[in-house]
């Protein structure tokens, strides 16, 4: 498409080139983008889906699509109204699967000459679905927008998830308790990505977890992890969680070290739930150094993978649960190489009965834990696949909680990323 704002050409930047030859001083990509941010302002929340979809039809797309995962990562669900197409979709054997999981655009040609793109719609580094879309042909420039569409189709449902419950109804394939809904509302962002770190997490089961959390932050080059496991089960355990992570989070926002974190957290839940307790992993790895600090209040110890083996498990002096007033905790350092993988998880992974009374065990998720790290995955695909498998080697069984958070150091950051602003963007076109 040919694009002037005074008689110049410049590349096209669209779907279509519909326009070739008539002068505007918007580009296709232009004017797809912009009227999204113009307009997504003055509909009500819950028809943003259907905008994405007029919207991609005027620029040259068609069947457009827009999935969503579900709660417990199996299925991708769609969104429903005028203008979008789109039946569930299993992650692990579908092509919008297949751009979810691997985090990359798919093209599948089809019989007329069109191009079916499925893209992954990244909220940051977490994944929120697919966006698909029908072209008729396929070049650099469609690619390219059709990134960014997804990218700000991303950024459009986050946003207008906080004001309509329409996004979380797609997600809630199956009946939702009371406690479990308290956990979705406190948890972060499922994944997170940077240069430095990869981490992800996973609650199970899903729609019914009591107890079980987790929750990070990235800060300067200090990273944050922490997961939880109340006492009980039900709502009294969700709330006893979230009144933890509040505390995690009020010391963690004060700077607290490790050291004067774990007595503040015991002494909010000794004074809120006399006689109850929780256990927990608090950890902090700093990028630059590759060291990993963790205190462990009453969890199996973390696993250490390391290209794609289990070498160990971090060890050490067990603390006291939180809530039983015991002081200052036992803090622990292990030295991690770029590329080393830990993961935190809850009792509730490895104590499981299987059929007969034998324990799942920690051999059987060691076993695990090596099958699903060595496709070379992210870290949020990695525990998806992790916790799926677990699911099915115990047939289902699910008596207790069951959390897993997997971080990775990826390298320390270079001299030249270290406190500097970030660049401006070079003009293109």
């Not at 973390?302 to 067990?318: C, F, K, Q």
Request: charged letters at 20%; glycine letters at 10%; a negative charge.
């Amino acid at each position: 498409m040919k694009v002037t704002a005074s008689e110049e050409t410049k590349p096209r930047a669209g779907f279509t080139d519909r326009d070739e030859g008539r002068p505007t001083a918007e580009s296709v990509g232009e004017r797809l983008l912009g009227a999204l941010l113009d307009r997504v302002h003055l509909i009500a929340p819950r028809l943003a889906g259907q905008l994405i979809a007029q919207e991609a039809r005027t620029a040259g797309a068609t069947d457009v699509s827009i999935h969503l995962q579900d709660l417990a990562q199996l299925t991708l669900r769609p969104l429903t109204g005028p203008g979008l197409v789109g039946d569930p979709l299993p992650i692990a054997d579908s092509l919008a699967g297949q751009a979810f999981s691997s985090e990359q655009s798919v093209e599948e040609p089809l019989p007329d000459g069109s191009v079916r793109l499925h893209l992954p719609m990244l909220d940051g580094s977490d994944r929120l679905g697919v966006l698909g879309l029908t072209l008729p042909r396929l070049d650099d420039h469609d690619r390219q927008l059709a990134q960014r569409l997804a990218g700000l189709v991303a950024d459009m449902i986050v946003t207008n998830d906080n004001y309509t419950d329409a996004f979380f109804r797609v997600r809630t394939v199956g009946p939702l308790t009371l406690s479990a809904h308290m956990q979705w509302q406190t948890l972060p962002p499922l994944s997170m990505i940077t240069p430095d770190v990869d981490l992800g997490g996973i609650l199970e089961p899903a729609y019914e977890v009591g107890g079980d959390s987790f929750d990070y932050a990235f800060n300067d080059h200090v990273l944050h992890v922490a997961v939880f496991d109340a006492m009980g089960h039900g709502l009294e355990a969700a709330t006893m969680a979230t009144v933890i992570i509040a505390a995690y989070r009020h010391g963690r926002l004060a700077g607290l070290p490790l050291t004067e974190l774990y007595p503040a957290m015991d002494a909010a839940v000794a004074t809120s739930f006399p006689g109850r307790f929780a256990t927990a992993q608090l950890g902090r790895l700093d990028t630059e150094t590759g060291v990993l600090s963790w205190v462990n209040a009453g969890h199996p110890p973390a696993m250490w993978v390391r290209g794609s083996r289990v070498i160990g498990e971090l060890t050490g002096p067990v603390s006291r649960p939180v809530g039983f007033g015991t002081g200052t905790p036992v803090v622990q350092t292990a030295q991690l190489e770029p590329g080393d993988r830990v993961l935190f998880f809850t009792d509730g992974v490895v104590e499981e009965r299987l059929t007969g009374g034998e324990q799942f065990g920690e051999e059987r998720l060691r076993d695990l834990i090596e099958q699903t790290t060595a496709a070379d995955l992210t870290c949020a695909e990695s525990v998806r696949r992790l916790s799926h498998a677990l699911m099915a080697a115990r047939s289902g069984r699910t008596s207790d909680d069951a959390s897993l958070l997997l971080l990775e150091w990826k390298r320390p950051p270079r001299e030249d990323e270290l406190d500097r602003d970030i660049p401006e963007a070079t003009p293109t076109g």
